[in-house]
């Protein structure tokens, strides 16, 4: 957003007389910051997000509608900002058919050899052939060329014939810098005996990565593979941040002044469900809903919702929501495509019962269940859990236990990687998800 700093720069009307006093202007950082938080709300930054052109346009399009609306409302209201409305609205035009020329050129870019890596796979089984499916794709693969798939005994013939690449073991170093590759995933189904280890070990401090399959998977597809997973790998792994006592500290804070301010701000729009609520079911009938949910360390609490259910939903015992449920209730389908039904839950996160990001806390019945089936299912509980989270932003909505078990993937990728940018990345990007409706039942 380096062109809406500078255009903001050049249209403000400041009189300051250095570069820097001008770079610092809260007129010129505001406008930045509101253009930025539109464009990520809009998923315009996710590593992952997809669209053809024209529906990339087209949230470009949206996300400068909304920074718009932002810009007339924070410049109207805060009286020390000061830019004219005529260059805010200069400054988002150009803004806007710069940004689209940027993002087509590096599109063009991106599909070029020029800035992918080059990756040799080292086996051709059943572990290889996870890679071939989930990154099978060429938008899955937008950050490397995969070269092929060498097979590391006889048995391995999962990978079909025209990807494999026959390489003599004795010189993999050799033929990984006459190819240029940049990196090496080790896929190997038997590892014990197979692998070249002093050939991989010239390759890597001849500057060419070694990467294990679980890892790169991870890398690639941001979460982390269950069929892949052994105790080893996570015993090795950096990450696994959830008992410091600092970060715990600050992710308390931020969640109590966040959880405050936004009960104050989402007052009207709490009143106004409370209302519409009562007009449908009735003054009688109850307005929120409490369930027991599972929480940090696998302790139960109480969560607090709208009801957008009948109020019999549940009289044949605990089940899953399914798409085009019956027992929603009219006004109950619109708060939940919305997320307006979890708005209670932000007394949950006052209290301490839950976080603003984090895995989304499950019934016991459920977790019960999940915790026989699913290998690694309790490990969820490690952190507290959210309102939002990585798989509610990668994945939709899951009503089954093959929908658990992905989402769990994401869930155990963000307690491995938790930090305040990734927390920060979810919580703006969750706007798309609410704003589109995304994964509601």
Same mark, same amino acid.
């Given at each position: ?7 903001? =720069? ?36 996710? *590593? %992952? ?18 920074? #718009? ?31 689209? /020329? ?19 796979? /080292? ?14 794709? *060429?938008?899955?693969?937008? !950050? ?10 006889? =048995?391995? +013939? ?7 690449? &026959? ?11 006459? &190819? ?14 197979? /692998?070249?280890?002093?050939? /991989?070990?010239?390759?890597? $401090? !001849? ?53 405050? *301010?936004?009960? $104050?701000?989402?007052?009207?729009? @709490?009143?106004? +469900? @409370? ?19 599972? !929480? ?25 929501? %399914? ?15 919305? %997320? ?14 839950? #976080? ?39 994945? #939709? ?6 929908? *658990? ?37």
């Amino acid at each position: 957003m380096l062109s809406c700093l500078f255009l903001g =720069i050049n249209f403000s009307g400041t009189n300051y007389t250095g570069f820097f006093d001008h770079l610092l202007c809260a007129d010129c950082i505001t406008f930045v910051l509101v253009v930025t938080l539109s464009m990520a709300g809009m998923g315009l930054y996710h *590593a %992952r997000q997809r669209g053809e052109p024209h529906e990339q346009l087209a949230r470009i399009f949206i996300s400068f509608a909304l920074a #718009s609306v932002a810009q007339a409302v924070f410049f109207y209201f805060i009286p020390f900002l000061e830019i004219a409305p005529k260059a805010i609205i200069i400054s988002l035009v150009l803004s806007f058919f710069i940004v689209c /020329l940027i993002r087509y050129c590096f599109s063009k870019l991106a599909k070029t050899a020029f800035i992918r890596r080059r990756v040799l796979v /080292l086996g051709a089984g059943e572990k290889a052939q996870i890679i071939e499916q989930r990154l099978r794709r *060429a938008n899955d693969r937008r !950050g490397f060329n995969l070269l092929g798939f060498v097979p590391m005994s006889q =048995i391995e +013939t999962a990978i079909p014939e025209d990807k494999r690449r &026959n390489v003599n073991m004795d010189r993999l170093c050799e033929y990984a810098q006459r &190819n240029h590759i940049d990196e090496i995933v080790i896929a190997a189904d038997q590892r014990r005996g197979a /692998l070249p280890m002093d050939e /991989l070990y010239r390759c890597r $401090v !001849g500057g060419t990565y070694v990467t294990d399959v679980t890892t790169f998977i991870e890398k690639e597809c941001g979460k982390i593979p269950l069929n892949l997973l052994n105790p080893s790998w996570i015993i090795y792994s950096r990450g696994y941040k959830t008992n410091d006592a600092v970060i715990r500290a600050f992710k308390r804070l931020f969640d109590v002044c966040i959880s405050i *301010a936004m009960l $104050v701000a989402t007052l009207p729009l @709490t009143l106004i +469900t @409370t209302l519409l609520i009562m007009l449908e079911s009735g003054p009688r009938a109850p307005i929120f809903y409490s369930q027991t949910r599972v !929480g940090l360390n696998g302790e139960p609490f109480q969560i607090f919702k709208f009801r957008s259910m009948r109020v019999d939903a549940e009289s044949n015992g605990a089940v899953w929501a %399914r798409k085009n449920d019956d027992r929603v209730t009219v006004v109950g389908a619109f708060i939940r495509k919305y %997320r307006i039904d979890e708005l209670p839950q932000l007394l949950n996160v006052l209290l301490g019962d839950m #976080s603003f990001v984090g895995p989304r806390p499950e019934r016991p019945e459920f977790v019960e269940k999940l915790t026989e089936e699913i290998p690694y299912y309790g490990d969820r509980h490690m952190v507290k859990p959210g309102l939002t989270g990585w798989a509610q932003i990668c994945y #939709s909505y899951g009503g089954s236990t093959e929908d *658990a078990q992905e989402k769990l993937q994401y869930d155990l990728y963000y307690i491995k990687n938790f930090s305040f940018l990734l927390d920060t990345m979810i919580l703006i990007e969750t706007m798309e998800v609410v704003l589109f409706g995304k994964g509601a039942r």
